[in-house]
């Protein structure tokens, strides 16, 4: 990340966002939000003095990074690799940004006066040819599970969560411990949480065998305890992947597969007290199976965006059933949208994991690269076109075009179609009153003449033309 | 002669026309009485285009492509689409041409059985009701 | 001094407006005088069809032909004047697409002679009596022409050289045609003359913008803004489909137009290409919606086919 921040030709604009783009291929303007840090950029060195200075003497707040798990200052880095490598304020948290009544002690900290309290959000706009979209996944909100006791139960957990707890520069230096501090002595790991589930996603999503994999090691490395994975498929196809699975049946992590019905509190038996009982239908042997463990993993699976509707609009994508950015060619075009110069790039596309997303990333990248190298573009001559010496302005064509790819131009007082843009769907060549837009290759001419040739020969009972 | 019913299907290259093709790729059995007449969208398909093809001596029109509201190529051509096609029903009914003789809806390009029995179904529906023979309206019956 | 021009104007199955048309030259029409011999004009000159009939071929110049062809006796004068005529001109919207007396297309003759002469609220005919076709007289039998089931354009049953729509082509237009002849200054044969390429809304005044329309209504059901186009307004009008050249004489006045210039060129059937129009710009993102926004246009056969009902593609409804 260090890399792309310091890149001469790389412009990194973070706490920004996308609003509006507008044109076509080779020609888009895009309006980007950048949202106040309140530091200025250019000064902050990334020193962290003001933070150590913040009136707040302990961290307070949840911090994101860790997944609620540590606490953080409203003055923060969002995390320790961070590029910029720039402190921000939280103007929801901030004693200065809500009330205007601090001693602003960050603020005199700072030998560089980096902090600016009066920063405003800015508007820019850039010239570019080509877009990826690269807007990533959002993780299954396990809450929407209640049967799996997310939120209810303290103990169980999101597999985000423990590997912050697993992480040594997570919020307890890599201790995996329960709410009470204690170590548990047996952990229960639950595949397919909002994946494969006809209520909720009915998508796989890809990486979560591999992680809770991951997470049944490092727990059973830092803790001992008795790990038990639920699962229903295991998905290890990648490179070196199946080993791995290999590698943790031999360390005695026991894998159950059965989709766990119910993690509940309720102890019926003596050994079940005070823990959390997973039950489930052990299918390879045929019973259902009442585990007691001190610890729940839920692993969440991938989902697109919640904006993901907005963002596709607003780009001139489309989605797939499953809500994901669509892709030109479910085979062979993977980085491609349907939209001319918008290319995808990871998880936005579809769940995949790094090896996978970089793979990808690298593809779009190169296809966005060749297009600006070859300066012009080849376009489908399907597309539609209006006869200025017939079209009479009434505008009819305008509000049908899925792509708005249809103009009014005031000077001729004519619809005016962007070749670049229109794909050649030939909606408003059938809407046109006035028969003044041809649809290039399947003009109304081309069709009746299909009309008539197929009706002016007679057929035989049997089908066949004499 | 048995009376074989000419049915003129416009579907839509994406969805309708994928499944059609895997269809007869997949020998489904289908009558031979359905032609079909491929556009890119079935908002191209014009009220007049279905006029034109009874008026030349179809005895049945089809008009089939993606299911809205998420699955047409272009976003929302279908949208056109259904807005269309109940009012040129209306103007079918009132010119006198049976409604069982004009069909609108959507096939997906994965659902080639679903067209192989529409095209079944929609023959049997019109072979009963007869030939239109639309030519011969106003080939002058005069008394 | 160059020889006159021989002139004949027929009336087949017509109100008379069109003849009034030609009046509305008003003094011009001394100027049609001075350059024309009128030699067959029902409405005002005394000829017989036997005179018509005794003409050598040809031996019109221009014949401006208006009405549709309803009977036997519109369709032998088509035949008729065509033989006798250099040009032959289908003179307004009956001749050219139908018309109103297209609209019986809707019908048969059967059925309209029993709502006219037997079931109308109006009739008191308690002995049904009807028309006969034939009459013994002592000089012999007659015969009254033969109602067709279908009414005809004239270009449907005789080759037509030149189209002058409008019902009834307006004043200004007739006479830049009549001009036009006099010059010898015409197109190639078959065209439209006397009006223009673009449709009407290239000479209506109101202000257009993108549509979205919610709801359709009928001309009594609101009072339109004088400046938004009435169709953003949800009138149907037919003016995006109908050929230009009228002056937009009913928008400037707020009526949505009828269309009763006829289609545009290149289009093929007026009545769905208007429809298609209509119905795409109705703001509905549900097959439901849709259907309940189209689903209120009153008659959409009579709104969309009002003059074209005999030269669309369908014709005429099924017998």
Redesign the interface.
């Known amino acids: 990340m260090m890399d792309a921040g310091r890149h001469p030709n790389i412009t990194l604009l973070t706490n920004s966002e996308v609003t509006n783009v507008s044109g076509y291929v080779g020609n888009y303007k895009v309006a980007i939000k950048k949202k106040p840090r309140y530091v200025k950029e250019d000064l902050c060195v990334g020193c962290l003095q003001c933070i150590d200075a913040c009136t707040y003497k302990e961290a307070k707040f949840p911090d994101e990074f860790q997944m609620g798990l540590g606490k953080r200052k409203p003055v923060y880095l969002p995390f320790a690799q961070a590029t910029p490598q720039v402190v921000l304020l939280d103007p929801d948290r901030c004693i200065q940004l809500k009330t205007g009544k601090c001693k602003k002690t960050c603020s005199d900290a700072c030998d560089r006066k980096a902090i600016d309290f009066e920063q405003k959000e800015e508007t820019i706009q850039v010239d570019v040819g080509t877009i990826i979209v690269s807007t990533g996944f959002e993780t299954f909100d396990a809450a929407r599970l209640p049967y799996y006791g997310y939120g209810k139960y303290p103990n169980v957990y999101t597999g985000l969560e423990v590997e912050r707890l697993t992480s040594a520069s997570g919020p307890t230096a890599g201790e995996v411990i329960l709410r009470d501090g204690t170590h548990p002595k047996s952990v229960a790991i639950i595949h397919c949480v909002g994946s494969r589930d006809e209520k909720t996603n009915r998508w796989c999503s890809r990486v979560c065998c591999m992680y809770s994999l991951k997470l049944a090691h490092m727990v059973k490395d830092h803790t001992g305890a008795q790990v038990y994975n639920f699962y229903i498929d295991m998905r290890t196809p990648g490179k070196s992947y199946e080993e791995f699975y290999d590698k943790l049946l031999a360390e005695g992590v026991q894998f159950i597969r059965g989709r766990v019905a119910e993690v509940t509190d309720w102890a019926i038996r003596p050994e079940e007290e005070g823990k959390l009982v997973i039950r489930a239908e052990d299918t390879l042997v045929g019973v259902v199976r009442r585990i007691p463990v001190d610890m729940v993993i839920l692993s969440t699976g991938l989902e697109p965006q919640h904006d993901s509707a907005q963002v596709a609009s607003m780009f001139g994508i489309s989605r797939s059933a499953d809500g994901f950015f669509a892709e030109a060619h479910p085979k062979l075009r993977p980085v491609e949208t349907n939209t001319e110069g918008v290319f995808l790039s990871g998880c936005a596309q579809g769940p995949r994991d790094v090896p996978d997303t970089v793979a990808h990333a690298g593809a779009a990248a190169s296809m966005a690269i060749a297009l600006l190298n070859r300066g012009e573009v080849t376009i489908s001559p399907t597309v539609a076109n209006v006869d200025e010496k017939l079209c009479s302005a009434c505008k009819t064509c305008l509000s049908v075009c899925p792509y708005q790819a249809i103009v009014f131009n005031a000077d001729k007082n004519v619809a005016s179609v962007n070749d670049a843009l229109c794909k050649g769907c030939g909606t408003c060549v059938a809407a046109c009153p006035a028969a003044a837009i041809t649809g290039r290759h399947f003009s109304d001419e081309q069709i009746i003449a299909q009309i008539e040739g197929l009706l002016r020969e007679p057929k035989t009972a049997e089908g066949a033309r004499p | 002669?048995?009376f074989?019913p000419?049915i003129?299907a416009f579907l839509c290259n994406w969805c309708t026309y994928t499944a059609a093709d895997a269809a007869g790729v997949a020998r489904m059995e289908q009558?031979?009485?359905v032609?079909v007449?491929r556009?890119?969208?079935t908002?191209?398909?014009?009220?007049?285009?279905v006029?034109?093809?009874?008026?030349?001596?179809?005895d049945g029109v089809i008009v089939s492509g993606c299911h809205?509201?998420?699955?047409?190529?272009?976003?929302?051509?279908n949208?056109?689409t259904?807005?269309?096609m109940?009012?040129?029903g209306?103007?079918l009914s009132?010119?006198?041409?049976d409604k069982g003789r004009f069909h609108w809806g959507w096939i997906s390009g994965a659902e080639a059985p679903k067209w192989a029995e529409l095209a079944r179904n929609f023959t049997d529906q019109v072979r009963g009701l007869g030939p239109?023979n639309?030519k011969d309206?106003?080939a002058?019956?005069?008394d | 001094m160059a020889e006159k021009l021989k002139l004949a104007l027929y009336w087949a199955a017509s109100c008379g407006g069109c003849e009034i048309a030609i009046v509305e030259l008003r003094e011009k029409i001394l100027v049609v005088d001075q350059v024309a011999d009128i030699l067959f004009w029902p409405v005002a000159v005394d000829t017989k069809y036997k005179d018509v009939e005794a003409m050598p071929d040809g031996h019109i110049d221009v014949c401006l032909f208006n009405g549709a062809i309803r009977t036997s006796e519109n369709e032998h004068l088509a035949h008729l004047l065509r033989k006798k005529s250099k040009v032959l001109v289908a003179f307004g919207s009956c001749a050219n697409e139908g018309c109103m007396p297209g609209l019986a297309n809707l019908y048969d003759r059967q059925s309209i002679f029993n709502y006219v002469y037997l079931e109308s609220p109006s009739v008191d005919n308690p002995n049904k009596i009807v028309p006969q076709t034939t009459n013994k007289m002592p000089e012999g039998e007659i015969q009254i022409p033969k109602f067709y089931n279908t009414v005809k354009t004239l270009a449907q049953v005789e080759d037509v050289d030149y189209f002058i729509p409008g019902c009834p082509p307006q004043p200004p237009q007739i006479w830049s045609v009549i001009e036009a002849i006099v010059q010898g200054n015409l197109p190639p044969k078959g065209s439209v003359v006397g009006a223009n390429e673009k449709t009407v809304c290239d000479e209506c005044k109101h202000d257009r913008k993108e549509k979205a329309i919610k709801q359709f209504y009928r001309i009594q059901e609101i009072i339109p803004s004088s400046t938004q186009c009435l169709f953003d307004q949800g009138l149907i009008c037919a003016g995006p489909a109908t050929r230009g050249g009228c002056g937009a004489l009913c928008t400037k006045v707020d009526i949505p137009c009828r269309g009763c210039y006829g289609p545009p060129p290149h289009v093929i059937d007026q009545g769905a290409a208007l429809m298609s129009a209509c119905a795409s710009v109705v703001d509905a993102d549900t097959e439901e919606e849709a259907a309940r926004i189209v689903g209120g246009i009153a008659d959409p056969i009579g709104t969309f086919y009002r003059f074209g009902l005999p030269a669309s593609l369908l014709h005429r409804r099924k017998l």
């Open positions: 002669m048995n074989e000419r003129i009558p031979a009485n032609d007449i556009v890119m969208c908002g191209r398909i014009e009220p007049m285009f006029l034109k093809a009874f008026a030349e001596g179809a809205p509201p998420g699955d047409c190529h272009y976003t929302n051509g949208f056109k259904f807005r269309r109940p009012l040129l209306t103007v009132q010119f006198g041409i239109l639309w309206q106003i002058s019956k005069e």
